[in-house]
């Protein structure tokens, strides 16, 4: 849909977690930034689900110099390291991105910054996270108990009669 080289068409993605959940407040703003109504693709899903039909629509349709605007960071990805993971593909195809609530901006210095500083959380957060469950598993071992989870259905009686 990019009109000519030097147009950007800005596109925005917007996301709620359930069907009984309302769009509006992520619509109103959205097109506050700029983003044609029509433009906006949305789904009603949990962030945990990888199969979101409008954010895969949206990113067929852009191309290189296009943007994409969300409401806030949440509404795009469910944890930094999946936002970053949707960013880097975003910056590979030449797409810029927006996110309202957190003003981050990738065509910026500063925006460009602010995203590789979240990437340096989220990877210091799994490197901690390891760090923990590599000691629990030691600490269990050493206890001569079972690392991991316990079973869902085994472990609880109650689901067990069910």
Known sequence: MSTSKNKQV??????????DQDLALQKRALTEAGVPEELIFEDKKSGRTLNRDGLKMVTKLMRAGDCLVVWRFDRLARNARHLLTLTDQLTADGIEFRSIKEGVDTSTPAGKLMLTMIGAMAQFESDVNSERTRAGMAEAKRQGRPAGRKHYILAYPERLKR
């Open 10 to 19: 800005m596109y925005g993605y917007a996301r709620v977690s359930t069907v």
